[in-house]
């Protein structure tokens, strides 16, 4: 599936049925190694074939062809499923080690896998923006910031659903510094101002109506994640809202389920030192301390990503906390 995907199969096939020559004339490809995976995708359910041609299935069409709104390519194509499965590979080398066996370890990483990394996150971020547009009121929010933005590709499709809103990207040094050509060619992005800082160590500098926190809580330990929230909120006026998207999703507090979560903390367990999947009492019971109510839990219209809203309390100062409760910073990465 990844192979197609990054070869573009399902996308060429969109318009109708070609034979294995045909689509290897189109990506100017051997037809002999494009057949056997063709054959190897018709057995998997996602294409068809009748007399030679291939065709895609109602699956293949809904989510492996690029525009779609339900796509889920991009994840595949920028790399992002193969550090999945590699590391979930390693996980019984994780575990008896007791260290993340798949390690990103963003000083060692090169500035063009960091850059690959954000924008194999784009598409998901982008349009949980739009999602989240549609699925929350924010009729009287004028300004909103992306903690942890990587690519800021959600504050951009927020913006973009409403013109009156001002966003801005706040991510580590590095991050901003790559996600600004990104966020250039992302619509919406214009309007993006970037505020490099560390959410560990300080709150965003201006105050706004609402933050967005995307795939961010659950690359830290519960202690740092308790900081994230608390200074994400600290930024927030009174009456705001702030919105935790949940990447991998929400834990039940059994952790029998659902399936993503369950699964995901695993793979995180082999890429980062404390990253985690959490439950909603956990989210919660950091959003209480971080001077936020009125709770509201949803899945997005479309991307189904699991939200957390919560309402800046009117009592509520702009305290943050103080330095990193962790010595290190993944800086990770992982929808
Ligand atoms: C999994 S990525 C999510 C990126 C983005 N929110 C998205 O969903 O596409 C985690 C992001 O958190 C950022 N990050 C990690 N530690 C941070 C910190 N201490 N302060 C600010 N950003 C941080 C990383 O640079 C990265 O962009």
């Keep these: 599936m990844v192979g ?4 573009e199969i399902f996308t060429h096939l969109a318009a109708g049925a070609l034979t294995s020559a045909e689509l290897a004339g189109r990506l100017d490809v051997h037809e002999d190694r494009l057949a056997r995976l063709l054959y190897a995708l018709a057995v998997t359910g996602l294409l068809d074939v009748l007399d030679g041609r291939f065709s895609n299935t109602p699956e293949a069409a ?33 575990i008896r080690s007791g260290r993340p066996a ?50 800021g590709g959600l504050v951009a499709a927020l913006c973009q659903a409403d013109p009156k809103l001002r966003g801005t990207l706040f991510d580590l040094p590095r991050t901003c510094r790559l ?17 490099p800082g560390d959410i560990l160590a300080a709150p965003p500098k201006g105050t706004y109506d609402a933050a967005v926190l995307r795939s961010v809580v659950q690359v830290f330990g519960p202690a740092d994640a308790a900081s994230a929230i608390a200074n994400a909120a600290s930024a927030v006026r009174p009456g705001g809202a702030v919105y935790i998207l949940a990447g991998v999703g929400i834990l039940d507090d059994d952790r029998l389920g659902p399936a993503d ?12 030192p404390a990253a985690a999947a959490y439950t909603e009492s956990q989210h919660r019971a950091w959003l209480s301390q971080a001077g936020c109510g009125e709770l509201e839990r949803a899945a997005l219209p479309i ?24 010595k290190k910073n993944t800086g990770g990465v992982m929808p």
């Design 62 to 94: 809904g989510f492996l062809v690029k525009g779609q709104p339900q796509y889920i390519g991009g994840y595949m194509a920028e790399g992002m499923q193969s550090l999945v499965w590699r590391a979930d590979l390693l996980t019984a080398e994780s």
């Design 4 to 7: 197609g995907v990054q070869l």
């Design 261 to 272: 979560p369950v699964f995901r903390n695993v793979t995180l367990m082999n890429i980062y």
């Design 303 to 326: 991307t189904n990503t699991q939200v957390i809203r919560a309402t800046k309390r009117a009592q509520s100062g702009r305290t943050g906390v103080p330095g990193p409760a962790s």
């Design 102 to 151: 798949a390690l990103h370890d963003f000083t060692d990483t090169s500035d063009e896998e960091m850059a690959v990394m954000i924008r194999g996150m784009r598409d998901g971020s982008m349009k949980d923006g739009a999602a989240l547009a549609r699925r929350f009121d924010f009729s009287r929010c004028r300004s909103v910031v992306d903690v942890g933005g990587g690519s």
């Design 179 to 195: 996600a600004g050509p990104i966020l250039r060619e992302s619509p919406g992005g214009e309007r993006i101002a970037v505020e």
